[in-house]
C-alpha cells in the first residue's frame, strides 16, 4: 500500500480542488469541470498507451477525437429519409468503388513485382476510380444537401442509442489509425508527430466540408442522450420530493408558503442541472475505471513487458524474435481507438458536433500536456494528468483576473494597462500551460507520478 | 486572343499568387529546416514564432505612424522590420539560453526538445495574444496596387484582367533578396561552412575546432531574421491574425519535409511546391477552358479537382505522398 501513497495524496488534494470549486463557484461548474476531467482522462489514457508503453508518438489526437464524435452522430441521430431516397444509393456505391480500389491496388501490388509499369498501374486505378468516384457522388451530394438543409441536408445516422457510439467511435479511430500506422508508423519519431498531426488535419477538414456525411460546419445539435432531461426532471413529482427533502432544513425556516415554493422551484431547478451532471459523471466514471483496470493488467502483463522492451530497445526486441512492426501497429490501433471512446463521450456530454471547434491546440497539444505532466508510462499518473491540467485549463482564467485584479488594485478602473490585462485574463491559460509544461520537463522530467516498474 | 486570355487568367488567380504564398512558406520552411538540421529538432513553435516577430513589427509600424513616419508609396511596416528583427533575435535566444540549452547540453533525443518546443508554443502563443490580442490585424499602407485589372484591360484590349498586387511584388523581390544573401552566407563565408559542418557531422566539425555555441547563436539569429521577414510579409499580403500563423506551420512543415529537411535550398523550393499545387489543384478550370476550347466541348461543371476547402489538405496528402515514396524529400534532405 506504501507504494500508492503518492497516488492517494495528489487524487485526494485533486478532489479537493474540485469540491473547492463546488463550495465557492457553483457546482454546476465543477461536476462539468470533473465530467471533462474524466474525459480527459480518458484521451490522456490512449495517448498514454501510445507514448508510455510504446514510446509512439502521435500527435493526431484531434483526429480521431473528431472521429469518435461523428460516430456519436452517425449513431444516435435517426436516418433522413428522403436523403436516403435520393443519394443514399450513390453514396453506397461510391462505397462500393472506394473498397474496390483499395482491393485492386493490394491485388496489383502482390501480383506485379516491383517496377514503373506497377507504380503507373495503381496511378490509373486511383485516378480512374477518383473520377467515377466524382461523377456518381457529385450529384448525390447535392441532392442530399438539398433536402431540408436548414435542419437536415445530411443522411443522418442509425437512430440508435448514443451509448452504443462509444464503442463505434472507438471502431471508428481504431479503423483510421490502421491506415495513419501502415502509412507512417515506420518513421521516426518527431516525423511520425509531424505526419500525425497533419494527419488529423486532413481529418478534421473532410469532416466539415462533407456536408452530407456530418452536416459540416453548421453543426449537429440536439442529440440524443443517454441521461435525462431537465424540464422532465423538474416536472417529475419523485424528483421534487428528493429535493423537498435533502433541503427540508432550510425550507422549514421560511414561514411564508408563496416564498417557500419559490425557493424550492429554484432548488428544483439548479438540482436537475447537477443531477443530470453527476449521471453522466457515473457513466463516464465507469469507463475510465474500466478502461483502468484494462490498461493495468495489460501493463504488467507479459505483453507489456514487451511493449517497454520493445519501447527501451527496439533493436534488442526485434532480435528476441519480437515483430516490433506488428506490435507497434497493434498498440497505436489500442491507443487511438481509446481516444475515440473519449471523443464520442464529449459529444455525448455536450449534445452537440461542431467539427469547427476541433483544433489542435485545445485537442492535440493541451492532451499531450497532460500526458507529459501526470506521468507517461503511468496509469494513474495520465489520469493524473488529465484532471491537474484540465483544472488549470479552466481555471486559469478566473485565477489570472483575480491575480491581476489583485495587484492592479492601486490603479484606477481607466487605466488602460490594467483594462487591457483584464481583457487579456483569458489567454493566460496558454501561458500556464506552456510553463507548466516547461518546469515539469526540466525538472519533473517523468511527471507528477512517474513510471514505476514492478519486479516480477 | 482566346489563348492570351487564358494565358492572363492562369497568371492572374494562379501563378503570382502562388509565387508570393510559395516565397512566404519557403522562408518558414529555411526557417524549420535550419532549425532541424543544426539544432536537431522539430520546431512546433515555428508559427507562433513568425507572429512573435510580426508582432513588434506591427506595433512599432504603428508607432511611426502616429508620429507621421511613412515610406510613401511603400509600407510602413518594411521600416519596421529591422527593429522588429531585432527584438525577434533577442527573444530566440532568451528563449535558447532558458529552455533549449538545457537539453542540448544534455543531448536529449529529438523527440524531447520537440516536446519542450510545444511549451514555447503555449508561452510564445500566450504572450503575443496578451499583448496584440486575437484579432485579425491589418498593418498595411501606402499604394495597394501596382496593376490593375481595368488599367490592364485598357492597355492591352483583353477580356481578362491583370491584378498585380504590390505586396505580391514585394514578398517576391524581398524573398529573393533574403535567401540570396543566405545563400551567399551559407556557402561562401566562413561561418556558413562551419554551420553546414555543423549539420552534416557534429562530432567531426567540434573536432575540427568549431565552436559550437557560436553555430547555435547565429543559427537562432539567421531564424529570427527569416520568421520576422516571413510573418510580415504574410501579414503585409493577408493580415496578422495569431491564430492563422500557428496554423500556417503546417503547410511551412510540409514545405520543409517535402523539400528534403535539413536542405535550405530543398526548403525554398519545397515552399513554392506546396503553393502551386494547393492552388493548382483547388482553382476551377471552368473559365480557363471555355477560353481553349471550342465551343461545342465547353464544360458545364466548374472543372474544379477539389474544392478550396481542401486547400491545407492538398498540401498535407503531398507530404503523406513525399514521406511514402521519397522519405528523404525531393531534394535529399537527411535520411530519415
Known sequence: ?456 | MDFLNAIILLLNYIIVPALSYGSQLALGAIFVTLIYGILRFANFATGDMMSFGTMFAILLTWYFQSLGISLGVLPTALLAIPFAIIMMILYMLIIDKLVFRYYRIKKSPPVQLAMVSIGVLFVTQAIVRIIIGPFDRRFFDGERFILKANEFKEMTGLNEGLTIKSTQVLTIVVTIIVVSILFWFLNKTKTGKSMRAYSDNEDLALLSGIDPNRVVMITWMIAGVLATIGGVLYGLDKSFKPFVYFNNMLPIFAAAIVGGIGNPFGAFLGGYVIAFAEIFITYAYKKFLMYLLPESLEPDSLMQLLSTDYKFAVSFSILVIVLLFRPTGIFKGKVL
Not at chain 1, 229 to 236: A, F, G, K, R
Not at chain 1, 248 to 254: E, S, V, Y
Request: aromatic share 10%; net charge positive; with cysteine.
Open chain 1, 1 to 456: 500500500m506504501k507504494q500508492y501513497a503518492n497516488v492517494f495524496t495528489a487524487y485526494a488534494i485533486m478532489i479537493v480542488l474540485i469540491i473547492l470549486v463546488g463550495v465557492f463557484q457553483s457546482w454546476t461548474v465543477a461536476l462539468s469541470i470533473l465530467n471533462f476531467c474524466l474525459v480527459s482522462a480518458v484521451m490522456t489514457m490512449g495517448a498514454n498507451i501510445q507514448w508510455g508503453y510504446a514510446g509512439l508518438i502521435n500527435f493526431g489526437i484531434m483526429g480521431y477525437t473528431a472521429l469518435g464524435g461523428l460516430a456519436a452522430v452517425l449513431v444516435s441521430v435517426a436516418p433522413v429519409q428522403e436523403a436516403w431516397s435520393v443519394g443514399g444509393l450513390d453514396m453506397i456505391i461510391c462505397l462500393g468503388i472506394i473498397v474496390l480500389m483499395v482491393f485492386s491496388i493490394r491485388y496489383v501490388l502482390k501480383k506485379i513485382k516491383k517496377s514503373k509499369k506497377r507504380n503507373y498501374i495503381i496511378a490509373a486505378v486511383i485516378i480512374a476510380g477518383l473520377i467515377i468516384l466524382r461523377m456518381i457522388a457529385g450529384p448525390a451530394t447535392e441532392h442530399i444537401e438539398a433536402v431540408n438543409p436548414a435542419k437536415t441536408g445530411f443522411l443522418g445516422g442509425l437512430g440508435m442509442p448514443i451509448l452504443f457510439s462509444w464503442i463505434v467511435g472507438a471502431f471508428f479511430a481504431g479503423g483510421l489509425a490502421y491506415i495513419v500506422g501502415k502509412v507512417a508508423l515506420g518513421l521516426r519519431a518527431d516525423y511520425l508527430a509531424i505526419a500525425t498531426l497533419l494527419i488529423s488535419e486532413i481529418v478534421i477538414a473532410v469532416i466539415k466540408h462533407e456536408d452530407w456525411l456530418s452536416r459540416g460546419v453548421k453543426n449537429v445539435i440536439g442529440l440524443e442522450r443517454p441521461v435525462p432531461y431537465e424540464v422532465d426532471l423538474q416536472n417529475s413529482p419523485w424528483f421534487i420530493n428528493l429535493v423537498e427533502k435533502f433541503y427540508d432544513g432550510k425550507l422549514k425556516l421560511i414561514s411564508s408558503l408563496t416564498e417557500r415554493q419559490d425557493f424550492l422551484n429554484q432548488l428544483v431547478i439548479n438540482a436537475s442541472s447537477v443531477y443530470v451532471k453527476l449521471c453522466l459523471a457515473g457513466l463516464f466514471l465507469i469507463v475510465v475505471i474500466i478502461l483502468l483496470i484494462i490498461t493495468q493488467k495489460a501493463l504488467y502483463s507479459p505483453w507489456g513487458r514487451m511493449m517497454r522492451a520493445i519501447r527501451d530497445n527496439d533493436e534488442a526486441a526485434n532480435a528476441m524474435g519480437k515483430n516490433v512492426v506488428k506490435e507497434h501497429l497493434l498498440i497505436f490501433i489500442l491507443g487511438s481507438a481509446v481516444v475515440g471512446i473519449a471523443g464520442a463521450m464529449m459529444v455525448t456530454h455536450d449534445g452537440l458536433f461542431t467539427p469547427g471547434s476541433y483544433r489542435p491546440m485545445r485537442y492535440t497539444f493541451l492532451i499531450w500536456v497532460m500526458v507529459i505532466v501526470g506521468g507517461s508510462g503511468n496509469n494513474f499518473g495520465a489520469i493524473l494528468g488529465g484532471f491537474v491540467v484540465w483544472f488549470l485549463w479552466i481555471e486559469a482564467a478566473p485565477i489570472a483576473l483575480f491575480l491581476i485584479n489583485f495587484f492592479t488594485s492601486h490603479l484606477p478602473e481607466t487605466n488602460a494597462l490594467k483594462m487591457h490585462l483584464i481583457d487579456s485574463a483569458p489567454y493566460f491559460r496558454f501561458l500556464t500551460m506552456g510553463i507548466g509544461l516547461l518546469l515539469i520537463m526540466r525538472y519533473r522530467p517523468k511527471g507528477i507520478l512517474p513510471e514505476k516498474i514492478i519486479k516480477q
